[in-house]
T-cell receptor, first 114, second 112 residues
């Protein structure tokens, strides 16, 4: 069974600071990788995803993530956060083959101080 | 396009009562899912369905049942609610099990 580990449970930053949220997964096969965001009081929505190709993927609102296969990592980055980025961020892994189901990390709560 | 709708938005339920949470999608997605979200535990998969007519157990299926009679609807039933089922429940759908999931607005359930 696969697992997903998000290293930071709660991150507090000031506006304009740089952000990096760690995500590591364990799975023996090929996976699709996702970051979802949940703004306060809202449902989860896709931030960005990696299926194949360029391991550096760009998502909405200036976010990007890099897939490093050798490290089983898919870290999320943003060079300069804004107050509106305050949200909970979830990393998720979906096996491509077999009957594998998606697995979400426990989430990282980001608070950006104005 | 509504995407995914869930009902009710919130519910307070007495322990021992039966409750069905409704989920409907209009994207003709094959796969659908039910998650519960609890503080500090992230999202945990309860049940899923690869396609209409099939269902499977997720990480925390005990006390819950689902059915998938058609493509659009995926109700979640709590046969006899217990306080530990107090949570926020999210329904989601995707074109395939490996694909991006689209989430509904959630149902906040409190079992007393």
């Amino acid at each position: 069974a696969q697992s997903v580990s998000q290293h930071n449970h709660h991150v507090i930053l000031s506006e304009a600071a740089s952000l990096e949220l760690g995500c590591n997964y364990s799975y023996g096969g090929t996976v699709n990788l996702f970051w979802y965001v949940q703004y306060p009081g809202q449902h989860l929505q896709l931030l960005l995803k990696y299926f194949s190709g360029d391991p550096l993927v760009k998502g909405i609102k200036g976010f990007e993530a890099e897939f490093i296969k050798s490290k089983f990592s898919f870290n999320l980055r943003k060079p300069s956060v804004q107050w509106s980025d305050t949200a909970e961020y979830f990393c998720a892994v979906n096996p491509i083959h077999g009957a594998g189901k998606s697995t979400f990390g426990d989430g990282t709560t980001l608070t950006v101080k104005p | 396009i509504a995407g995914i709708t869930q009902a009710p938005t919130s519910q307070i339920l007495a322990a021992g009562r039966r409750m069905t949470l409704r989920c409907t999608q209009d994207m003709r997605h094959n796969a659908m899912y039910w998650y519960r979200q609890d503080l500090g535990l992230g999202l945990r998969l309860i049940h899923y369905s690869n396609t209409a007519g099939t269902t499977g157990k997720g990480e925390v299926p005990d006390g819950y049942s689902v059915s998938r009679a058609n493509t659009d609807d995926f109700p979640l039933t709590l046969a006899s609610a217990v306080p530990s089922q107090t949570s926020v429940y999210f329904c989601a759908s995707s074109n395939s099990m490996a694909d991006t999931q689209y989430f509904g607005p959630g149902t906040r359930l409190t079992v007393l």
